[in-house]
C-alpha cells in the first residue's frame, strides 16, 4: 500500500522559512516523478514546484521561481520543498504529488500540509 506522509507546515511571518517534507513507502521511489502542489480557499490547485525522476531536472511556477527548492533524497524516500521569503499570498494547503514516470495511473497524492503565511 503507498503512502505519502507530509510535515513541516505551519504558520510562518512573511519573509521566513519553511521546509516540508513528502516521505513515501510502498512504491519505488525512484521510479516517481515528483510535484508539490497548492490549494487556497476558493482557488484551483495549482502546481508549485516539480522534479523529474533521476532528480536532474527541476521547473517552478513563476510566482516561487528563486524563493522555493525542490529537492529529493533516493535513500530517505522523501521529497522536499525549501520555502524561503515567503509571502501572505503563499498561505495554502501543499499537497505532493508522486507520478511513476512511465505508468501514468500510478499517480499518488499526500494528504496536504497548512502553510500560513501572517505577521
Known amino acids: 500500500q503507498v503512502q505519502l506522509v507530509e510535515s513541516g507546515g505551519g504558520l510562518v511571518q512573511p519573509g521566513g522559512s519553511l521546509r516540508l517534507s513528502c516521505a513515501a513507502s510502498?512504491?519505488?521511489?525512484?521510479?516517481?516523478?515528483m510535484s508539490w502542489y497548492r490549494q487556497a480557499p476558493g482557488n484551483e490547485r495549482e502546481l508549485v514546484a516539480a522534479?523529474?525522476?533521476?532528480?536532474?531536472?527541476?521547473n517552478y511556477a513563476d510566482s516561487v521561481k528563486g524563493r522555493f527548492t525542490i529537492s529529493r533524497d533516493n535513500a530517505k524516500n522523501t521529497v522536499y520543498l525549501q520555502m524561503n521569503s515567503l509571502k501572505p499570498e503563499d498561505t495554502a494547503v501543499y499537497y505532493c504529488?508522486?507520478?511513476?514516470?512511465?505508468?501514468?495511473?500510478?499517480?499518488?497524492w499526500g494528504q496536504g500540509t497548512q502553510v500560513t503565511v501572517s505577521s
Open positions: 504529488n508522486f507520478r511513476h514516470r512511465l505508468v501514468s495511473r500510478y499517480d499518488y
Open positions: 510502498g512504491l519505488t521511489f525512484s521510479n516517481y516523478a
Open positions: 522534479i523529474t525522476s533521476a532528480g536532474g531536472s527541476t
